[in-house]
């Protein structure tokens, strides 16, 4: 491996996730061929090249870890350079946030509100404004009744035979006044309703008329509201690809995308920063479902890659130190063990 410091700090730390992970298969898999040798007793020399091989793997995975934690070394002014990069993008991220979140509450303010029911009008009805009903026909008209009795009148349903009425012309003459007096009011209060109807017609027309107006103008607001929560949007998505933490491209195959969990405790944090940020998803998830998720978790995305550069500062010093004592130590044991079965072999070809 060079030494080039133009190589980018997320492909060396990615390198040291896998080798670390490949190391950790190996020494399972060198334990499982020791347990397999001693299984098979005198069958141990058929799995002698398996091993060895095994062994020599470690040991250029030790070497590599080695080599890859002094290039971390040299990254520490990059790393520091990093750590300030994301503390910036973070803060700018939540202004972003709540510039969005005012957007979003002035929004609100233009979605359908309910209709206010009869009786709480908060506007001031002056007196000029009041509709009064003026039923003041009943009052001939009960006089009417009262005169003749109701049994003589059309509310009785029965066909009354002028022959049969015996009534004096002055009761004929007072009915005919009581009836011109109550038709004459009924008018009146008739035209007088039909004039306000047609006022309120026309009320009718001109609020909808001008409801059409307003409406145009309010989803042109909407439309400018909308069109500013966008820009932003597109703001904190090149905010987070500064920062390693792309989105999935738009109209994608769902399938393509990889179902990781990136909150998982039991994750390493190098695994964090190093995968391609998504979220679990179930098959009926879309784009926009992810993408909602990304944006959402951000903030914890930033605080955990913070935290995991700030560790790789604080230990990869004491980690060399520590690696390259794992390293001579398997290198020595390697030794041994090769003069070992040397000697094991010479003895048992003196022997034969």
């Not at 989105?247 to 990136?262: A, D, G, I, K």
Request: proline residues 1%; hydrophobic residues 35%.
């Amino acid at each position: 491996m060079d030494d080039d410091l133009e190589v980018k700090l997320d492909d060396v730390l990615k390198k040291n996730v896998e080798i670390k992970d490949f190391l950790d298969s190996l020494t399972a898999l060198h334990r499982r061929a020791l347990s397999r040798g001693e299984s098979e007793g005198n069958a141990i020399d058929s799995n002698v090249y398996d091993v060895n091989m095994i062994r020599n793997d470690i040991l250029i995975a030790f070497n590599d870890l080695v080599s890859l934690n002094e290039r971390l070394i040299h990254f520490n002014g990059k790393i520091n350079s990093e750590i300030v990069s994301v503390k910036n993008t973070r803060v700018k991220y939540l202004n972003l946030i709540e510039l969005e979140n005012q957007l979003l509450v002035e929004r609100s303010k233009w979605e359908p509100q309910m209709s206010k029911s009869e009786g709480e009008n908060t506007y001031e009805q002056q007196e000029n404004n009041t509709i009064t009903i003026n039923l003041n026909h009943r009052d001939p008209m009960n006089k009417y009744i009262e005169l003749i009795g109701i049994d003589n009148t059309a509310l009785n349903n029965t066909d009354n035979d002028i022959d049969n009425d015996v009534e004096d012309r002055e009761t004929i003459l007072n009915s005919l006044n009581l009836l011109n007096d109550c038709e004459t009011r009924l008018s009146k209060n008739i035209n007088n309703l039909q004039m306000i109807l047609n006022t309120m017609k026309k009320d009718m027309n001109f609020v909808n008329k001008e409801k059409t107006i307003i409406n145009r103008k309010k989803v042109f607001e909407i439309d400018k509201l909308n069109e500013k929560l966008a820009k932003l949007k597109s703001k904190k998505i090149r905010l987070l690809s500064k920062i390693g933490l792309n989105l999935p491209e738009q109209h994608r195959q769902q399938s393509q995308f990889p179902s990781l969990t990136y909150f998982n405790n039991d994750l390493h944090y190098s695994n964090i920063l190093m995968s391609t940020f998504s979220i679990n998803q179930s098959k009926d998830s879309n784009n926009d479902d992810i993408e909602h998720n990304i944006l959402n978790h951000a903030i914890d995305f930033m605080d955990l890659k913070i935290k995991d550069l700030q560790e790789h500062l604080s230990y990869k010093k004491e980690n060399t130190n520590s690696l390259s004592q794992q390293r001579n130590i398997w290198e020595s044991v390697i030794n041994i063990i090769n003069e070992l079965e040397l000697k094991t072999k010479n003895i048992f070809q003196i022997h034969s």
